[in-house]
């Protein structure tokens, strides 16, 4: 198989990325949630440290109204990071601010004075103003590396390390095993084998939520559990992945 001629996009190592999926299978929970977490955590450090005074990149955040709360808690810890979110923070603030005085038509205008009819066009204007204009660009990097990562897997998921890795996974959480399956332009053959592979992961998990809620009989209070005893949360973080997206994708 030549991987070259499945990179997903220029500039994308695609080896690196068949290698790093290798290596998130071996790691608990969902591959694609541990990769994509990653690329998002360092993509915040580049430009928090080196892209911070670009102007287009602040204008996609300002027009986002920043970050979705999910990414924007990623922004905080550290001297850098909190130097860095202050400056981006005062930015979107004072953009902000100036578009409520432009929909209020002056900063110190008298609310009281305004008959209600008006008052309601105002208040419409002023929503309409700081309302965001662009979803978060941190959803939209975090979006496109799961298109990376997900497309590397489906077009390898026959490779003998790569099927076996998945096998031993703990498969991936529904959000993005969704998504595998709904990629467009993918093998079927390939998304027909990952569901397959998916199907045995979860049966398996099923059954040791059995055996656990079985154990949490009384008559089995005495009886130390196995590897069913932490299925609850792996079922939990299986079923609901890492994020929910600000655009309400899951």
Request: charged share 25%.
């Amino acid at each position: 198989m030549t991987r070259a001629s499945t990179r997903p996009r220029a500039g994308q190592d695609y080896r690196t990325t068949y290698t790093d999926l290798l290596e998130a299978l071996s790691q608990p929970d969902c591959a694609v949630c541990r990769l994509v977490n990653q690329a998002v955590r360092q993509h915040v450090d580049v430009f928090l440290y080196e892209q911070l005074l670009v102007i287009e990149r602040r204008d996609e955040i300002r027009a986002a109204r920043g970050f979705c709360s999910i990414h924007g808690a990623m922004l905080v810890g550290g001297h850098g990071r909190m130097l860095g979110a202050a400056t981006l923070h005062q930015d979107i603030i004072n953009d902000a601010l100036r578009q409520i005085d432009r929909a209020m038509n002056a900063p110190t205008v008298r609310l009281k004075r305004i008959f209600p009819p008006a008052l309601r066009a105002m208040l419409r204007n002023v929503a309409r103003a700081v309302r965001p204009r662009r979803m978060c660009p941190l959803c939209e990097y975090e979006r496109r590396q799961e298109g990376v990562i997900l497309r590397a897997l489906v077009n390898d998921i026959n490779d003998p390390a790569l099927r076996g890795a998945f096998e031993r996974s703990a498969g991936l959480c529904l959000p993005h095993f969704q998504m595998a399956v709904n990629l467009p332009d993918a093998p079927a053959g390939n998304q027909a084998r990952l569901v397959e592979l998916e199907r045995a992961i979860l049966a398996g998990l099923k059954a040791e939520l059995d055996e656990y809620l079985s154990r949490r009989n009384a008559s089995y209070e005495s009886e130390p559990m196995g590897a069913e005893a932490d299925a609850p949360l792996r079922a939990v973080r299986l079923v609901s992945g890492r994020v929910v997206h600000s655009d309400g994708r899951m």
